[in-house]
């Protein structure tokens, strides 16, 4: 609420048929649109003329609300999958003091899936303050799978943006008749693409050691 003068009312003394001096309103985030005996007014005036009877009046200050700017923050989930960083945000929204603004819509972003539980989309703009909205995105997790021969040897959900030096590797080789596992050939992804990515093994032929006897 505003203020008359530092104080939230004021009786102001005027003698009768002379001019009614309005004392100085005042309210953070409103702008002060002049008096009025409707509290429910939503036009006022600083001209409150002359005083013609001798019953009291009172004067209610009108407020227009102010537009305010807003924040919204953007915030990824780190490769640990459960803290955040804040990687963006965004101070140019337009909302009215004291009322609420549009649910905030966050932009698609390749790899990630907008947490709706954690994100705040919503708010009503303070008169004092700023209302700071906040959209956190999760990391998704895709399939990164390593092949045999001609079968799936293990599968692991690997966090977008993983850089492939760090992706799991299976604790066992594959095995495959008449040749030996020789390495798992190397991805050309550098970091976990937003797609599945499959892995092939690389084999090497085994050798075999023929006896010929001309003794019989």
Known sequence: ?????????KVVPTTFDTAIVAPKAER?????????TDKDATVGTNNLGTLTTETPATYYAIWSADGAKYTVEFYEMNLDGENYTLVGSDNTLEGVVDQ???TYVPAAKTGFTVNEELSVLDGTVPATGTLVLKVYYDRNAYNLTYKGAGADHASFEVLYGTPVAEWPVPDTNPERTGYYFDKWNASAEVTMP?????ITAAWAKESDTIEFNVDG
Request: proline share 4%; charged share 20%.
């Open 1 to 9: 609420n505003g203020t008359i003068d530092g104080a939230a009312t």
């Open 194 to 198: 937003a797609k599945d990515v499959a």
């Open 100 to 102: 609420p603004v549009d």
């Open 28 to 36: 953070e985030g409103y702008t002060f649109a002049g008096w009025s």
